[in-house]
């Protein structure tokens, strides 16, 4: 049976293609691309469906080179003039960085959409199938064109630069805590609530995979941030306190990076709202952006990271990293 809608479904493994062996008792990589497929009952009557096979590896096991190679073949993929639209399978546990990689960067009007599930094949239950199922209808949506990378799980729409993993095992962890999902998947055909106003693109194909993530705690000092300048990383991002600030005890560690031209992002540790220079004390958002600290707006540490990567594969220059992370977020300030 022949489709006008042809999607390609690309497999990079995750919990979505395992099953329980029973010599160990937990979850492996078991299940391949056709498997899978098979269990997406009657998917045929609204695509043709093209595999291909990009890896089978535990999401944990996809390091930012592996996400950027995963890029380069979305890109190639999506530009066939036959595609409508292309599905991504990957682990949950870090599907939110490999979203939003793709959408930084890939520019297409052709829908991209990422999926995986949180119960493996031998749990009752099973969702990858009905979360594929979902993701396809998406893809082959003109409703979806023009919406950046989205990430499909639970019959939920939400933008990679917004969703986050909530849950260490809900079938609805992943969720847009500050803005809410996009919209649903309902008998099977998507439904769209509200747009993403902007979207960030950053035109490279590397990555510097050489950048910290850290998390503040009351008391915490320097050690840390001077580890990571020792150790030779390329940038840093911290989660600040509240609105975003840090310990005095962190400063010198602060200035001494941004001595080195090695750039610190600040974002929040909280799970939603953005950071601001609010606060005047020592270790207070505004001395912090005194000393050349980068606000992270509203991304969570993890996404933060990402895109400090991404930039830091463009340029080594701090003004145009800033202005990366603050043009829209500040630009009144």
């Known amino acids: ?55 089978n590896l535990p999401s944990p096991h996809i390091t930012p080179k592996i996400m950027m190679e995963l890029t380069k073949l979305v890109k190639k993929t999506i530009a ?24 930084l960067t890939i520019k297409s009007e052709k829908p991209i959409v ?8 031998s749990e009752l239950g099973y969702d990858g199938s009905s979360n594929l199922a979902a993701a396809i209808c998406t893809a082959i949506s003109n409703k979806s064109k023009n919406k950046g990378v989205l990430v499909v799980m639970n019959n939920e729409v939400n933008a990679a630069s917004e969703v986050t993993k909530t ?28 747009d993403i106003v902007s ?14 993530l850290l998390k503040t705690g009351p008391g915490m000092n320097s050690d840390l941030i001077n580890f990571c300048i020792e150790s030779e990383y390329k940038g840093i991002v911290i989660e ?5 600030n840090l310990p005095p ?7 001494k990076s941004i001595e080195k031209n090695i750039p610190i992002v600040l974002v929040s540790r909280c799970p939603t709202g953005r950071v601001l220079d609010t606060y005047g004390y020592k270790g207070g958002g505004k001395h912090l952006r005194k000393l050349g600290v980068i606000f992270g707006g509203n991304l969570p540490g993890q996404k933060a990271r990402i895109k400090l990567m991404l930039a830091l594969s463009t340029t080594k220059n701090m003004n145009d990293i800033r202005n990366l992370f603050e043009k829209d977020e500040y630009s009144q300030i």
Request: aromatic letters at 6%; charged letters at 25%; a negative charge.
């Open 240 to 244: 600040g306190l509240g609105r975003g």
């Open 249 to 255: 005890e962190m400063i010198e560690g602060v200035k």
């Open 114 to 121: 990422v999926a995986g599930a949180m119960r493996n094949s």
């Open 167 to 194: 849950n260490t095992l809900a079938l609805d962890t992943f969720k847009s805590p500050e803005f809410g999902p996009l919209g649903i998947v309902d008998n099977d055909e998507v439904i769209f609530y509200r």
């Open 1 to 55: 049976m022949s489709n006008s809608n042809k999607v390609a479904v690309i497999f990079t493994g995750g919990t979505i293609s395992m099953k329980i062996d029973p010599r160990i008792h937990a979850a492996i990589p078991a299940l391949s691309s056709e498997e899978i497929m098979a269990m997406v009952t009657n998917i045929e009557k609204f695509a043709d469906v093209e595999i291909i096979n990009f890896s």
């Open 199 to 212: 979207r960030d693109f950053i035109d490279t194909e590397t990555i510097e995979s050489k950048v910290a």
């Open 80 to 103: 066939k003039d036959g595609i409508t639209g292309v599905v991504v399978t990957h682990g949950t546990d870090s599907l939110e960085e490999t979203a939003y990689i793709l959408d």
